[in-house]
């Protein structure tokens, strides 16, 4: 099941596409795709996981999703005891493009909950069924803490309700407040861990016509399209990382490359010796900065951003330009920013450099000094620039193709 976050949405060749609109500067263009894709993801293939402990009824359930027995050919095997220790998929014919994932029991394995959820390759899935029998369980409350961390969504099955309702019926309890009795204990025990709770269906996959059966598959093909949605959003980032990773390392070789460049300017004293030593770090700062800043304009030019860019997206995402500034803006960042931080210490530098040459340090010394500051002042600059601007690009990306 393991795929790149690009190849679940995109083709080969639209992903390739999109990289070379990025790697042009066509930033806009390169949105407005994903826009678009992002607005008909119904082809887009969704990897339901099925989870509980052993005995929950999972697999019976996955069985009367599929409206199989368990001696029909293609039904998940059933039974007390885990039989298999990888997830295993079934389709699910009445919804295209869904299958369902069987996984292990939460408690089949001898190790703890972490390792479980890295052994089934807990992050893969797009959508998970906690499924559960007689009572709220932890394991239950663990895995609904890790989907929530992972801004994922999830529901609750209730399982075997056929035996809670015999058991309400000997007691001579009314049904309908044992059945409201039973949501509220699972919403309270969900909020009690800090987890929202989410919808709760109560059912028997014996009884596939009562209860919240078919409300539960309803909802489901209801809610398809917002489910994808969200896997979408939340798949972004990703998606940009494997987008922007050709661009990223082609121009951390370019400011390698301007970083040696004002090195080479900081070692000047050898290179072309002043006839007035403090004329020295008057031109380091100078061609430092030059070649820095030159640098930052470069790396703004080349990954395509301006004030039209944000203007123009605005536009056409029929979403206020002041939005995307609002959530893009780097400008006037809360905290000192990096670039900031680099200029107080190159003058710094520059500083230690003239009280070095008062003191009689010879032209090799403040040459080797210049060089080295010089270097790791550029390269530290647009390195953060770089870094800063593909963050900037991704947060635009976000909220181009953020739901409303």
């Known amino acids: 099941m393991a795929q790149s976050a690009l190849s679940k949405f995109f083709c080969a060749q639209d992903s390739r ?14 949105i407005l795709q994903m826009k678009i894709k992002s607005d008909h993801l119904d082809n887009v293939q969704l990897n339901i996981a099925v989870m509980g402990d052993v005995g929950s009824g999972k697999s019976t359930f996955i069985n009367a999703m599929r409206d199989l027995r368990r001696d029909d050919q293609g039904a998940a095997p059933t039974g007390n005891e885990e039989t298999w220790m990888e997830p295993t998929r079934y389709p699910y014919q009445s919804l295209p493009n869904v299958q369902l994932w069987d996984l292990p029991g939460t408690n089949s394995f001898g190790f703890e909950l972490n390792n479980y959820l890295k052994q089934v390759k807990f992050e893969s899935f797009d959508f998970f069924i906690i499924v559960s029998q007689a009572r709220f369980r932890e394991n239950d409350a663990e895995i609904a803490k890790k989907i929530q961390e992972q801004g994922k969504e999830f529901c609750y099955i209730r399982s075997k309700i056929d035996n809670d309702i015999r058991s309400l019926k000997m007691q001579g309890a009314d049904l309908n407040e044992g059945w409201s009795i039973i949501c509220r204990d699972c919403i309270i025990n969900f909020q009690s861990v800090g987890v929202t709770p989410p919808d709760i269906f109560l059912i028997s996959s014996f009884e596939r016509e009562e209860h919240d059966f078919p409300r539960f598959k309803s909802t489901l093909a209801r809610d398809l399209p917002n489910i994808k949605s969200n896997v979408f959003s939340l798949a972004i980032p990703k998606m940009m990382l494997e987008i922007t990773e050709p661009k990223r390392s082609t121009l951390m070789t370019r400011v390698l490359l301007l970083a040696i460049l004002s090195g ?5 004293p050898v290179l072309a010796p002043f006839p007035e030593p403090m004329l020295v770090p008057v031109w380091y700062l100078f061609t430092t900065i030059v070649i820095t800043v030159s640098g930052w304009i470069y790396l703004r030019k080349q990954l395509g951003f301006s004030d039209r860019l944000v203007q123009s997206l605005a536009n056409k995402v029929t979403k206020l330009s002041s939005v995307f500034k609002a959530e893009t803006n780097h400008r006037f960042p809360r905290k000192i920013s990096p670039a900031v931080t680099n200029v107080l210490l190159g003058i710094t530098t520059v500083t230690c450099m003239i009280t070095g040459i008062k003191h009689g340090f010879s032209p090799m010394a403040v040459s080797i000094f210049g060089a080295a500051s010089s270097f790791a002042f550029t390269y530290k600059s647009l390195k953060d620039s770089l870094n800063n601007l593909l963050e900037t690009g991704q947060r635009l990306v976000q909220a181009a193709l953020s739901r409303d």
């Open 17 to 30: 596409n999109l990289q070379s609109l990025y790697n042009t500067g066509e930033l806009e263009t390169m």
């Open 264 to 268: 080479t300017v900081g070692a000047v």
